[in-house]
């Protein structure tokens, strides 16, 4: 992945022309942007937008359908980015943990210190680990990669001689 933002605000004259087109009542007033939980671009250029949802109950309630829908065509009809439901309740909580514990270290300017960096290293797939199946271990993996990472002085990075 290049970018990750989260609570992408849409485009208000947008979402009001939809609700207006299929008759759905705007989502709280027609002053209010609709957000999406995840817009994401990769490196190759292409885009996505991720809507999380607890569970497929939420597919039980007319309301949500209604505002599910808004997003959906806003991104699909109007934008032309691939717009895909996720539900808590299906994913992988191990996976999500991890990517949780290294996305924060993927941009270099957040690098500190030697377990910063390894996250950093693990966040940008310069080492690859197994993310799905338990807790990254990251004294563990910092013992096992100490000798690829470069060292992290003073809050800068400078070349190691190996």
């Known amino acids: 992945m290049e970018d990750i933002r989260e609570q992408y605000p ?3 004259e947008t ?5 207006d087109d299929y008759n759905v009542k705007h ?3 027609r002053h209010t942007y609709m957000t999406s939980d995840f ?8 885009e996505k937008v991720f809507s999380v949802k607890p569970s497929r109950n939420v597919l ?6 209604e505002k599910l829908a808004v997003e959906k065509v806003y ?3 109007f934008r032309h980015v691939p717009f895909e439901i996720v539900y808590k309740d299906e994913m992988n909580i191990v996976l999500a943990e991890n990517i949780r514990m290294v996305c924060m270290f993927y941009d270099l300017s957040s690098v500190f210190d030697e377990m910063s960096m390894l996250k950093h290293y693990i966040a940008t797939k310069k080492i690859q680990v197994d993310m799905e199946s338990e807790p990254l271990d990251f004294q563990y993996l910092l013992e096992i990669y100490r000798d ?3 060292e992290v002085k003073g809050g800068s990075l400078e070349c190691s001689q190996h």
Do not use: F, Q, S
């Open 10 to 12: 849409l485009d208000l």
């Open 15 to 19: 979402t009001l022309e939809i609700c």
């Open 27 to 29: 989502p709280r007033n």
């Open 39 to 46: 817009y994401v671009t990769y490196k190759d250029g292409k």
């Open 60 to 65: 039980k309630k007319k309301r949500a359908k």
């Open 75 to 77: 991104w699909e009809k």
């Open 148 to 150: 690829v990472l470069p």
